[in-house]
């Protein structure tokens, strides 16, 4: 659906990033250059733009690097991955969701917005960006990946509810999670190239 949306390139390359990486909308909005290497495939989210304030280090997959090659080309030189329009600041932490939200609407489009209404109306229900976190997460936990559990957490950037495995556990996953993120990124590559006809969809929130 996403292709057919008519969304600004930075905003479908954004969204892919979001799904390639299970971050959190905030951390790919402030994102700025100076924290992503793409000859090196990292990008690095600062602990000021993490919402529990632990750094993070994403291991970037060949289809998330090529999802912010184009954002390199669209932000004309600016410090954000996702500049505002006077280049001066990222865009409005809402943004990405009210592209999202103005195609998937019933009644008619909004003065100055979208006007491809249902574009991103999916059989699951309504969504927003910030659903891609679990999304990403069911897909790295499920056939083919079957990624550990605790590694999925770690690449989600959550932080350990248990206080004792905090304190005595103190294993970064690094390696592993680097190992998560490729595969996630092969297999999102796999399924936008249409590779897989029986993809089970994901189950509505209600169900």
Known sequence: AIPGARLKKSTEAAIWIMLATGCRGGEITRARWEHVDLDLGTWKIPSENAKNGAPLTIALSDFAQRQFAILKESSDASVWCLPNRKKDDH??????????????????????????????????????????????????????????????????????????????????????????????GKLLSSLAAGEFANVIPLLPKSA
């Not at 932490?93 to 249902?118: F, G, N």
């Not at 294993?171 to 993120?181: L, T, V």
């Open 91 to 184: 865009v409005c932490i809402k943004s990405l969701c009210k592209q999202v939200t103005d195609r998937q609407r019933s009644k008619a489009a909004m003065h100055h917005r979208s006007k491809k209404l249902t574009a991103l109306c999916l059989p699951g229900g309504y969504w927003t960006p910030h659903d891609l976190r679990r999304t990403a997460a069911t897909l790295m936990a499920g056939p083919p990946l079957r990624i550990q559990p605790e590694v999925i957490e770690r690449c989600l950037n959550h932080k350990e509810q248990n206080q004792m495995k905090r304190i005595y556990q103190r294993y970064d996953y690094q390696s592993e999670m680097n190992a998560a993120w490729t595969k996630l």
